[in-house]
């Protein structure tokens, strides 16, 4: 038992430690874009470790046994990064300075603003893997990233209050209205998006026929 114990605790330690790494990383890599171009694609992040209840909901959810081997290899958010950017242009700009990280490798991808859920659910998810580099070993472990507009974080926000995780089935009239309060924070988006090209282009000495 005693042993079994000190396995979750490091499964918890070394996710925190992964967190730390992604959370540092993110944070310079936003700094020197804001040097280069002056510009800062990244409006928040937000981290969270999982709560043990919350991995033995999952775990129990997924049909499996409730050990710490189990948590490590079927729940791939113990640790969660949820990023915020203003407009969706940076959302692909971030997964890319991601991706061109050498020690991060991304496992899955997921592009929930291409291919929305069937509730209206939008976001980037990416599941990556970071070394963790303790005394004796390194662990390679895994991180979840999620990348949202401001809208999508206001919509999944709202949503996940009201309905995520609600046993039962959500009056179709409700799902619909939902749904619909999702493509409102696409179409917004997208407006703010062409905005942003147009002023870009102000900004490089363009003018308006
Ligand atoms: P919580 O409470 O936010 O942590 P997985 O279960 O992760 O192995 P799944 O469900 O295919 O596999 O993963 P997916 O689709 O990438 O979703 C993972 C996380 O995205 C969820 O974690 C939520 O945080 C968020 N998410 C996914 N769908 C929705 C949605 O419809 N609405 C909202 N508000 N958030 C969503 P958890 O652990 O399910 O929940």
């Given amino acids: 038992m005693e042993q079994e114990i000190k396995k979750w605790k490091k499964l918890m330690l070394i996710h925190k430690f992964a967190l730390d790494e992604v959370n540092t990383k993110l944070q310079i890599l936003n700094e020197e874009f804001q040097h280069i171009h002056q510009y800062n ?18 775990l129990e959810r997924k049909g499996h046994a409730v050990t710490p ?20 242009s940076d959302i692909y700009r971030v997964v890319q300075m991601i991706q061109h990280q050498r020690d991060i490798q991304v496992v899955i991808l997921k592009d929930y603003i291409k ?9 980037l998810h990416l599941i990556v893997e970071i070394p ?3 005394a004796a070993s390194t662990e390679k ?42 493509e409102t924070m696409k179409v917004l988006d997208e407006k703010m998006e062409a905005i942003k090209r147009e002023m870009d282009f102000v900004k490089q000495g363009g003018t308006f026929l």
Wanted: hydrophobic residues 40%; aromatic residues 8%.
């Fill in 115 to 123: 291919n929305a859920k069937p509730n209206g659910y939008q976001s």
């Fill in 69 to 88: 081997e189990n948590a490590r290899r079927h729940v791939h958010d113990i640790a969660g990064v949820r990023i915020t950017c203003s407009f969706t």
């Fill in 132 to 134: 963790v580099f303790l």
């Fill in 41 to 58: 694609p990244i409006e928040h992040i937000k981290s969270r470790l999982k709560n043990q209840e919350g991995i033995v909901r999952k």
């Fill in 141 to 182: 472990t895994l991180v979840e990233i999620q990348i949202r507009t401001v809208a999508m974080d206001f919509w999944a926000s709202l949503e996940h209050k009201l309905f995520y995780k609600f046993e039962k089935e959500i009056p179709q009239a409700l799902g619909r209205e939902l749904k619909s309060a999702a």
